[in-house]
């Protein structure tokens, strides 16, 4: 998955983010906008997890939007 079309799309990708991270807050994700290092972050904060376990979350969450274009 491309992270600049993520950035770029941040709006639409948000609602999906929710989805996969309940915990995380709408403000999370405004701060988060599209950046996967901030997102990677406020996972760890908000889930406890550390780096390794959110980048793998990140990963999962990628293979299954990879089909996503525009």
């Given at each position: 998955?491309?992270?600049d079309i993520v950035e770029?799309?941040?709006?639409?990708?948000?609602?999906?983010?929710?989805?996969?991270?309940?915990?995380?807050?709408?403000?999370d994700l405004d701060v988060i906008a599209g950046k996967r290092d901030q997102l990677a972050g406020r996972i760890q904060e908000a889930y406890g997890v550390n780096k390794?376990?959110?980048e793998?979350?990140?990963?999962?969450?990628?293979?299954?939007?990879e089909d996503w274009r525009q």
């Amino acid at each position: 998955m491309n992270w600049d079309i993520v950035e770029g799309n941040w709006k639409q990708f948000k609602g999906k983010a929710k989805e996969q991270w309940g915990k995380l807050t709408d403000d999370d994700l405004d701060v988060i906008a599209g950046k996967r290092d901030q997102l990677a972050g406020r996972i760890q904060e908000a889930y406890g997890v550390n780096k390794d376990e959110a980048e793998k979350q990140i990963s999962a969450f990628e293979k299954r939007n990879e089909d996503w274009r525009q």
